[in-house]
């Protein structure tokens, strides 16, 4: 399994430009998350979905757009980058896992993370 | 929504020292903890969790962690470390009924010879 992918590593935008983040993970996973990482504040979720047509905001939703056609792809959309969209981006993936005694026994696991800078 | 407190921004520790790091939660109602590890320019690896049952936790390279639900607490602990344990680490906290995670600002950890 390669696990969860994420492309690009790097990307460069100018104020305005439009790019998606690609994400896939190959574990059959339920549930798939984006993130951002800025310093000083942790990792903060954007969107999230709960499967293959679902998806809901997460903390910061503002400029970013999500979808989920298939179980395995969950690309981030920025449609209009900003200065203050720069950061790192991590996707996750986790499964309900093992449900021994009604409690959920998820891992996220987390892809590379792709840094993207807007001037 | 759930809110972490990581008490400390840099912990800078000398090899085979023992090493603390300290989390503190919001909740007041069942949580489901985590400690995740980033090495420099990668992802994010699960040291350990915290689900139910036994309040010391056992994880990955040597950790470990004591939850203390009274001082809503995490903190991680490695009783030595090594120049390879220098990065940053995250709590997390989600709801058991709820996939979403809240992370920590995180601790970066520096191992020095």
């Known amino acids: 399994n390669a696990g969860v992918t994420q492309t690009p590593k790097f990307q460069v935008l100018k104020t305005g430009q439009s790019m998606t983040l690609q994400c896939a993970q190959d574990?059959?996973?339920?549930?798939m998350s984006w993130y951002r990482q800025d310093p000083g504040m942790g990792l903060r979720l954007i969107h999230y979905?709960?499967?293959?047509?679902?998806?809901d905001q997460g903390e910061v939703p503002n400029g970013y757009n999500v979808s989920r056609s298939t179980t395995e792809d969950f690309p981030l959309r920025l449609l209009s980058a900003a200065p203050s969209q720069t950061s790192v981006y991590f996707c996750?993936?986790?499964?309900?896992?093992?449900?021994?005694?009604?409690?959920?026994?998820?891992?996220?696991?987390f892809g590379p993370g792709t840094r993207l800078l807007v001037l | 929504a759930q809110s972490v407190t990581q008490l400390d921004s840099q912990v800078p520790v000398f090899e085979e020292a023992p090493v603390e790091l300290r989390c503190n939660y919001s909740?007041?109602?069942?949580?489901?903890l985590f400690w995740y590890v980033q090495y420099p320019n990668q992802g994010l690896q699960l040291l350990l969790k915290?689900?139910?049952?036994?309040?010391l936790v056992k994880g990955i390279n040597g950790f470990e962690a004591e939850f203390n639900k009274s001082q809503t607490s995490f903190h991680l602990r490695k009783p030595s470390v090594h120049i390879s344990d220098t990065a940053e680490y995250f709590c997390?906290?989600?709801?058991?009924?709820?996939?979403?995670?809240?992370f920590g600002a995180g601790t970066t950890v520096t191992v020095r010879a």
């Open positions: 996750a993936s986790s499964s309900e896992g093992d449900t021994t005694g009604g409690q959920r026994q998820e891992t996220q696991y």
């Open positions: 574990m059959n996973h339920e549930y």
């Open positions: 979905s709960v499967g293959a047509g679902i998806t």
């Open positions: 909740s007041s109602v069942s949580v489901y």
């Open positions: 915290y689900l139910s049952g036994s309040t």
């Open positions: 997390a906290v989600s709801d058991p009924n709820d996939y979403k995670l809240s």
